[in-house]
């Protein structure tokens, strides 16, 4: 059944899109974790301004998801090894940062949103973004 095709999805290392968005979705929740765990650690007890917690917390989940991607969610690796692979993974990662950063200041200062739920939309939108572009230009 639905049930016992998911589960291959988790065990099995398929290729195919949707595979690698079903075996994504842990490794993206756990990242969230990471993300939001250390924002809210680094701001509300470091004292750190949430736009300097939210760029140490988003670099720190985006090392986790690569590890994790290359591991486990995606089978094929375009690059030639992992070091030829990490100046396109900085570049995507310093990319979704930059994002990060400008939407949750727009939505924070101008948009008056609380810094939590501006993090929670940027997020849904920049993961979104960097799965599909690290899988067209990392893992294809």
């Known amino acids: 059944g639905v049930t016992t095709q998911i ?5 099995e290392r ?9 075996r994504f979705l842990p490794v993206a929740a756990v990242t969230s974790m990471i993300d939001f765990g250390l924002l809210i650690l680094l701001t ?40 030829a692979a990490f100046p396109t993974f900085l570049t995507l990662s310093v990319a979704g940062l930059l994002f990060t950063e400008a939407f ?5 200062e101008h948009g008056g949103l609380y810094y939590l739920y501006s993090k929670v939309i940027t997020s ?6 960097l799965f599909f572009a690290r899988k067209r230009l990392l893992f294809s």
Not at 124 to 129: D, E, G, K, P, S
């Open 124 to 129: 849904a939108i920049c993961f979104t973004l």
């Open 104 to 108: 949750l200041w727009a939505m924070t």
């Open 14 to 22: 398929r290729p195919g899109a949707p595979c690698e968005v079903i």
């Open 44 to 83: 509300e007890a470091v004292g750190l301004h949430y736009l300097a917690s939210a760029a140490i917390a988003f670099l720190a989940g985006q090392v986790w998801s690569y590890v994790m991607s290359v591991k486990w969610v995606f089978t094929r690796f375009s690059a030639s090894s992992h070091y």
């Open 7 to 11: 589960g291959k999805y988790y065990t």
